[in-house]
């Protein structure tokens, strides 16, 4: 009996041990979307990822230490708890090639470029639930569903009507992408983060004056941005589509600083991830370098006189009682030191 359940015992763990999954388990599916991965190097600090994404916590922005040679670099960090991959960070990633990526759906694929229209349709097949409106809607037949399942855009028959993108019930599973001027578009949203920022900036004393349970709202004409925004791009048409896209999903976070307040307690240097905040024992005084700094708001959580105070902005492109289009922004004062208090 010994030798038999010896013999057994072999047989088992040969077997354990020579297993192997099928393959058809593991391999993963062409609609698999990852984990965004970063590369760090083609960062440029331009914090889109953190406003476009839909999970709290989920991206930050960190900076590596300054050496002899160079400065550190900026680049974003993912925090898988939080991530639900909905790849909405590489979407909005302006730059060429992509410091974050996380499946060919957000890529414009190589075969685009050859197209001669000026805007490129593509489906987004982790967003796409398959309703097939979009096939309906198209007058010429570019859409078809393939062996997989997949709903696609033939680019070759496809006429760039828009039709499908108006009938799409999902935001962000038709994208509408221009092909052309990739540069340029990147010039014109940079524009616009730094027009709206110094625009705000200047509010310096409603700011301050900003109580925590109240809101500030403003609005100015678009064509302040606008006719600036067409010495980049001449295409009225592209112009007010990158404009109306970046304005309305735009959240910029503004530290505001008075140094009339502040007690030169230092507590704020050693707290800030980046080094931007140092003591100038020269003029006895804080200074914010504010091309390092990332809004984090961590000086200001750490700041126990309200010398920092920490806004978010937001933006949205309407019409006035006149048909003229104007951009509207609304500013609150952050809570977040009665959020951590309270936790």
Same mark, same amino acid.
């Given at each position: 009996?010994?030798?038999?359940? #010896?013999?057994?015992?072999?047989?088992?763990?040969?077997?354990?041990?020579?297993?192997?999954?099928?393959?058809?388990?593991?391999?993963?599916?062409?609609?698999?979307?990852?984990?965004?991965?970063?590369?760090?190097?083609?960062?440029?600090?331009?914090?889109?990822?953190?406003?476009?994404? @839909?999970?709290?916590?989920?991206?930050?922005?960190?900076?590596?230490? #300054?050496?002899?040679?160079?400065?550190?670099?900026?680049?974003?960090?993912?925090?898988?708890?939080?991530?639900?991959?909905?790849?909405?960070?590489?979407?909005?990633? @302006?730059?060429?090639?992509?410091?974050?990526?996380?499946?060919?759906?957000?890529?414009?694929?190589?075969?685009?470029?050859?197209?001669?229209?000026?805007?490129?349709?593509?489906?987004?097949?982790?967003?796409?639930?398959?309703?097939? /409106?979009?096939?309906?809607?198209?007058?010429?037949?570019?859409?078809?569903?393939? #062996?997989?399942?997949?709903?696609?855009?033939?680019?070759?028959?496809?006429?760039?009507?828009?039709?499908?993108?108006?009938?799409?019930?999902?935001?962000?599973?038709?994208?509408?992408?221009?092909?052309?001027?990739?540069?340029?578009?990147?010039?014109?949203?940079?524009?616009?983060?730094?027009?709206?920022?110094?625009?705000?900036?200047?509010?310096?004393?409603?700011?301050?004056?900003?109580? /925590?349970?109240?809101?500030?709202?403003?609005?100015?004409?678009?064509?302040?941005?606008?006719? /600036?925004?067409?010495?980049?791009?001449? #295409?009225?048409?592209?112009?007010?589509?990158?404009?109306?896209?970046?304005?309305?999903?735009?959240?910029?976070?503004?530290?505001?600083?008075?140094?009339?307040?502040?007690?030169?307690?230092?507590?704020?240097?050693?707290?800030?991830?980046?080094?931007?905040?140092?003591?100038?024992?020269?003029?006895?005084?804080?200074?914010?370098?504010?091309?390092?700094?990332?809004?984090?708001?961590?000086?200001?959580?750490?700041? @126990?006189?309200?010398?920092?105070?920490?806004?978010?902005?937001?933006?949205?492109?309407?019409?006035?009682?006149?048909?003229?289009?104007?951009?509207?922004?609304?500013?609150?004062?952050?809570?977040?030191?009665?959020?951590?208090?309270?936790?």
């Amino acid at each position: 009996m010994w030798y038999i359940y #010896d013999f057994a015992r072999k047989a088992w763990a040969q077997g354990f041990t020579n297993a192997k999954t099928s393959p058809e388990i593991v391999e993963k599916p062409s609609r698999f979307r990852n984990f965004p991965n970063v590369i760090k190097e083609y960062c440029i600090g331009c914090g889109a990822c953190i406003s476009s994404c @839909p999970s709290p916590n989920a991206i930050k922005l960190v900076r590596d230490e #300054d050496d002899e040679t160079k400065e550190g670099v900026t680049y974003p960090i993912i925090n898988k708890s939080a991530c639900i991959r909905c790849g909405f960070c590489a979407e909005v990633c @302006p730059t060429e090639p992509k410091t974050l990526e996380c499946g060919e759906n957000h890529l414009l694929k190589p075969e685009f470029n050859i197209i001669p229209s000026k805007r490129q349709f593509i489906i987004d097949d982790y967003l796409c639930i398959r309703c097939k /409106k979009c096939m309906k809607q198209c007058p010429v037949g570019a859409i078809h569903v393939e #062996d997989d399942g997949k709903v696609v855009v033939n680019p070759f028959k496809c006429i760039s009507c828009g039709e499908c993108l108006d009938v799409c019930p999902v935001n962000g599973a038709m994208k509408g992408v221009f092909v052309d001027n990739i540069q340029d578009q990147k010039e014109l949203i940079a524009q616009v983060v730094t027009f709206l920022e110094k625009y705000i900036n200047n509010k310096e004393e409603d700011l301050r004056a900003l109580k /925590k349970d109240r809101l500030l709202q403003y609005n100015f004409p678009l064509s302040d941005i606008f006719d /600036k925004a067409l010495e980049i791009i001449s #295409d009225e048409e592209i112009a007010l589509e990158i404009l109306t896209n970046a304005i309305n999903r735009l959240k910029i976070r503004i530290i505001d600083w008075d140094s009339e307040t502040c007690k030169k307690c230092q507590m704020c240097i050693p707290d800030c991830p980046t080094k931007a905040i140092s003591f100038d024992e020269k003029n006895d005084t804080i200074v914010r370098n504010e091309n390092k700094c990332l809004r984090c708001s961590i000086c200001y959580q750490s700041c @126990p006189f309200s010398t920092i105070k920490y806004f978010i902005s937001k933006f949205s492109l309407e019409e006035d009682e006149n048909g003229e289009k104007i951009v509207n922004v609304t500013v609150k004062a952050s809570n977040l030191n009665e959020e951590v208090i309270m936790g």
